[in-house]
């Protein structure tokens, strides 16, 4: 939400708060409000102040965090298909190099697996690759070599990862695809090398689309729990998809050195939470027994009071857990009240002795 649009919104919402607080004809509010008043005037409205006895209704509840239901890929294990580069190194048979060798008496040949899945070998011909492993290839080969050295010594290397890899999308610094290789590759690691987590990333519904079922991964909870299922493992043509997070704002006006919005998406957070980011209460304009939190459903309004004129109010609302949609509204003083109303009119008055003064 844009500067404009929540100043729009605050008007809108004053307006609405400043009808129902409106008990007197000067705008003050009458604490605690007469629960048999609010009723007759607001028939879909109810108040409930916050007390030691019933806050215990509104304190957060521990949930364990959710585990994936990712399948486990079980052990990784790197199948070679097109595109990959393989080394392929033959010691003591330089004749059979097609690439210069690293070791003297070692021949060398780099072969790029073709799009069929084959590449070719020197006596050997075609070579199926495709969906073996490099120890498997090596096997092959040595068999094959064998026709026309005594006991040849193959080593297989793959040097270019480009037959699997998986996808990372959304919220990341680099949308992109990942080379799989024979090393696994986990979720974190993999968005990672996708540029990592944007600001508007939410990482406690991160998505990973495998074999057409799409699986929500709590990631957040592996970051901040240690959770290792929710770290899975990846598997070749998976998509991962981080979402952006959902709006959860709640909206602080009235008497406060800072009204603004306070983001709810992250971590939970309590009413005196809330008001101690936005640097409290308006020392001189607030009354401290008047701070609400209407909290919409349907059609009803329920309006949650808190006298914070004390520290045990302070207290009770450090166990209030905020809502998306909330709209906390600190009431001000009749004080305030008449102290803005003397500073009104105290330059007409001073104006009205000056020019009296000069009449005379």
Same mark, same amino acid.
């Given at each position: 939400?844009?500067?404009?649009?929540?100043?729009?919104?605050?008007?809108?919402?004053?307006?609405?708060?400043?009808?129902?607080?409106?008990?007197?004809?000067? +705008?003050?509010?009458?604490? /605690?409000?007469?629960?048999?008043?609010?009723?007759?005037?607001?028939?879909?409205?109810?108040?409930? /102040?916050?007390?030691?006895?019933?806050i215990a209704g509104f304190a957060a509840t521990t949930l364990p965090a959710q585990t994936t239901v990712l399948p486990k890929s +079980?052990?990784?294990?790197?199948?070679?298909?097109?595109?990959d580069l393989l080394n392929i190194t033959v010691f003591d048979h330089t004749?059979?190099?097609?690439?210069?060798?690293?070791?003297?008496?070692?021949?060398?040949?780099?072969?790029?697996?073709?799009?069929? +899945?084959?590449?070719?070998?020197?006596?050997?011909?075609?070579?199926?690759?495709?969906?073996?492993?490099?120890?498997?290839?090596?096997?092959?080969?040595?068999?094959?070599?064998?026709?026309?050295?005594?006991? /040849?010594?193959?080593?297989?290397?793959?040097?270019?990862?480009?037959?699997?890899?998986?996808?990372?999308?959304?919220?990341?610094?680099?949308?992109?695809?990942?080379?799989?290789?024979?090393?696994?590759?986990?979720?974190l690691e993999a968005i990672n090398a996708a540029g990592g987590l944007t600001p508007l990333a939410d990482t406690a519904h991160v998505t990973v689309q495998r074999g057409g079922t799409v699986y929500d991964v709590n990631l957040?909870?592996?970051?901040?729990? +240690?959770?290792?299922?929710?770290?899975?493992?990846?598997?070749?043509?998976?998509?991962?998809?981080?979402?952006?997070?959902?709006?959860?704002?709640?909206?602080?006006?009235?008497?406060?050195k800072s009204p603004s919005i306070v983001n709810l998406a992250v971590d939970p957070i309590t009413l005196t939470q809330a008001l101690a980011r936005q640097g409290g209460l308006d020392e001189v304009r607030a009354d401290a027994r008047g701070v609400f939190v209407f909290r919409q459903a349907g059609a009803r309004t329920t309006v949650y009071q808190l006298d914070v004129s004390s520290p045990g109010g302070w207290l009770i609302g450090n166990r209030f857990m905020l809502m998306s949609g909330d709209v906390i509204y600190v009431t001000r003083s009749p004080l305030s009240k008449w102290n803005d109303t003397i500073s009104r009119l105290l330059p007409s008055v001073s104006a009205g002795k000056s020019v009296a003064t000069t009449a005379r």
């Open positions: 939400m844009d500067g404009k649009t929540f100043r729009g919104f605050r008007n809108t919402v004053t307006l609405v708060l400043v009808t129902f607080l409106a008990a007197c004809a000067d +705008g003050s509010v009458r604490i /605690p409000i007469s629960s048999e008043a609010q009723s007759r005037e607001f028939p879909d409205v109810s108040v409930i /102040p916050l007390t030691a006895d019933n +079980g052990k990784w294990t790197y199948r070679i298909g097109d595109g004749e059979l190099a097609t690439s210069t060798a690293e070791k003297p008496g070692a021949a060398a040949s780099a072969v790029l697996v073709q799009a069929d +899945g084959t590449f070719f070998y020197p006596f050997v011909g075609k070579v199926r690759a495709a969906g073996l492993t490099a120890e498997e290839i090596r096997t092959a080969l040595t068999e094959r070599l064998t026709t026309y050295f005594p006991d /040849p010594q193959v080593a297989v290397q793959i040097v270019e990862f480009n037959a699997q890899s998986i996808v990372v999308a959304g919220e990341v610094g680099a949308p992109r695809s990942v080379a799989l290789s024979t090393k696994p590759l986990q979720l957040r909870a592996f970051l901040s729990e +240690g959770l290792a299922n929710n770290n899975p493992v990846l598997m070749a043509g998976d998509i991962v998809t981080v979402r952006r997070q959902v709006a959860q704002e709640a909206y602080i006006m009235g008497s406060v």
